[in-house]
């Protein structure tokens, strides 16, 4: 099933229905920076410039309801996935149904926030739309030439800037079922021409290279065989790079051109959620949280750490920790690079600042709320994007400096339920320790979407404006005079 929908009249800032439960706070500057904006950049795919520092100047650090939320947009049905933009379009992708029947991409202008084209299609396989499983989480990745896009119910498709179909394939009916505990959430990576596909299922998982021209495989490999909602990250290796994924247990290393495994380090836990964060030089920084149901899972700070990948002499690879965290770790959102810091934050909130080289801390504090989205640097400060939509922005360096505290909307108080005991509890909201009972009463813990109000999933930057997605709802941030 196909459809396209054209709408040429601009979304104008406007405030949310009470029916769903919450108001949009309109935002006002206490301050912003004042540099001359160095280039423009597009956010190409998932957790792309993730530490964009002099590239975006003139966003705005603070924001009140007031004064510099440019747009809001409603999307079609609900997503996790975070926005991508090429060329002052914005394409953000969602499901719709109570089986999820509905796959929708949207893009809309980034400047008036008016929608430009909805593209929507019969889902591959269907699954209930509940908390507690994936909801169009996998991030497109765009170029030049088009949107590409891959859903949890197997959908796999090309779309051009204008919003015509170029290619589509149905993973179902090529390799099977996808059944995974919550559903397959990794977003695609690309390089050049090539677009790469996780598809880590309970059976026979497998990890795809296409050719995007024509949506053909150039190799198919086995996957990791083990529980990841992860993405693939490409790390720079010498004058290449390696496909890195991350799933309980294990990191390894592919070669992109041929599907290769190069190098696995294992003896990991926890590290289910977090995606390995490129930190230069062959090294890339892991994330890992505390496990629901190990028997290690109070180790997961020693699971969080700097991974170095290095040739030996006879012309193979090998990658090992280069330091371990002592007390930090990570929940939903992945680590962050920043110069010679390390940033974690945990299923809590506390944000740990550790020295890149050594792993030695420098600061721990508590930030507003948890983080689900992973944070990234604008001119030296960096932006934490709280669950609820709080933006904690402190000072980069050695030592904690809040700089400002937004709230992005004002939750309504959530619909009071009868409280359940822990045998009446499905499998993964039963606690594994009072810890993580403790975590998840802070709203750090549970399923991706679950929890009373909306949720902030991602955050990217683009053209001196900061995008914010939540399940139903785009948010455009920047200086008033733009």
């Known amino acids: 099933m196909r459809k396209l929908n054209h709408c040429n009249r601009p979304q104008k800032a406007i405030t949310l229905p009470w029916g769903l439960g919450v108001s949009v706070v309109w935002l006002t500057l206490i301050s912003f920076v004042t540099t001359p904006s160095v280039m423009s950049k597009d956010w190409t795919r998932f957790q792309d410039s993730a530490s964009a520092e002099g590239s975006l100047s003139s966003v705005p650090l603070s924001w009140s309801p007031q004064k510099h939320i440019l747009w809001t947009a409603a999307i079609t049905g609900y997503g996790q996935s975070s926005p991508v933009t090429w060329g002052g379009k914005v394409f953000i992708t969602s499901i719709s149904g109570p089986k999820k029947e509905q796959c929708h991409i949207a893009a809309y202008d980034l400047k008036s926030g008016a929608r430009l084209w909805q593209h929507d299609l019969e889902a591959a ?170 028997a290690d899972s109070g180790k997961a700070s020693a699971s969080n750490g700097l991974v170095a990948i290095k040739r030996l002499d006879d012309g193979t690879f090998n990658a090992d920790f280069v330091w371990r965290a002592k007390r930090a770790t990570c929940s939903f959102g992945s680590p962050l690079v920043h110069r010679d810091q390390a940033y974690f934050v945990n299923a809590t909130g506390v944000v740990f600042c550790l020295d890149l080289a050594t792993g030695e801390e420098k600061f721990s504090s508590r930030l507003a709320e948890s983080t689900w989205a992973t944070p990234f640097v604008i001119n030296d400060r960096i932006c934490f994007f709280g669950k609820s939509g709080t933006v904690s922005v402190i000072a980069t360096g050695p030592e904690f400096d809040k700089v400002a505290e937004n709230q992005t909307w004002e939750a309504a108080p959530p619909a009071a339920e009868p409280e359940r005991s822990t045998a009446e509890r499905p499998p993964e909201e039963k606690p594994a320790n009072p810890l993580a009972a403790g975590e998840r009463r802070g709203g750090g813990r549970g399923a991706p979407g679950a929890g009373g109000g909306p949720v902030l999933y991602a955050a990217v930057l683009t053209n001196d404006r900061l995008l914010i997605r939540r399940g139903d709802r785009l948010y455009c941030i920047g200086s008033d005079a733009q």
């Open 125 to 294: 396989s269907q699954a209930e739309n509940t908390n507690y499983v994936s909801r169009a989480a996998p991030t497109p990745v765009v170029d030049a030439s088009g949107v590409y896009c891959f859903f949890e119910g197997g959908n796999l498709l090309a779309i051009s800037h204008g919003g015509e179909l170029l290619w589509q394939r149905d993973l179902i009916k090529e390799y099977g079922e996808i059944n995974s505990r919550h559903g397959i959430s990794a977003s695609l990576e690309h390089l050049d021409q090539r677009l790469f596909v996780w598809v880590e299922r309970q059976d026979e998982p497998y990890i795809l290279a296409i050719e995007k021209p024509t949506g053909k495989n150039l190799w198919k490999v086995p996957g990791i065989g083990s529980t990841s909602w992860a993405s693939p990250r490409l790390v720079p290796v010498l004058s290449g790079h390696h496909l890195v994924l991350s799933a309980v247990g294990s990191v390894t290393g592919l070669d992109p051109q041929t599907g290769t495994r190069l190098w696995r380090v294992e003896g990991i836990t926890g590290n289910s959620s977090p995606t390995p964060a490129p930190a230069g030089d062959g090294r890339f920084l892991i994330g890992a949280t505390v496990g629901r149901g190990e």
